[in-house]
């Protein structure tokens, strides 16, 4: 007999580490590159965002290119997190320690 499997009773845990939080002055709403380690992974090149008057966010890693078509300036995503627990862990670590290294 088949039974149905049960929905995760529990959310995954991650060990994320912010390894480095790099404060860039004078760089528009750019205020910070930041680099994370998730067990024998390590992403650098996040990226500390905050427009003036609103929170802070963060960028995963990304790259710029400009288009053939136009020649206007465009981004691609280095990586992408298809678990989105992992992806807001992620962000909630690195705008914590943000937060604590500039003093909020």
Not at 18 to 42: M, T, Y
Not at 71 to 84: E, M, N, T
Request: net charge positive.
């Amino acid at each position: 007999m088949n039974t149905p499997k049960s929905a995760p009773t529990h959310t995954p845990a991650y060990n994320i580490e912010v390894l480095s939080i790099k404060r860039l002055p004078d760089c528009g709403n750019l205020r910070a590159f930041a680099a994370v380690r998730i067990g024998s992974i390590e992403i650098n090149g996040l990226r500390v965002v905050q427009q003036p008057g609103q929170r802070a966010y963060v960028q995963l890693p990304q790259v710029e290119y400009t288009r053939r078509d136009d020649g206007q300036r465009a981004f691609v995503p280095l990586i992408r997190i298809h678990d989105q627990v992992l992806d807001v862990a992620i962000r909630q670590a690195v705008i914590a320690a943000w937060q604590t290294y500039k003093g909020v």
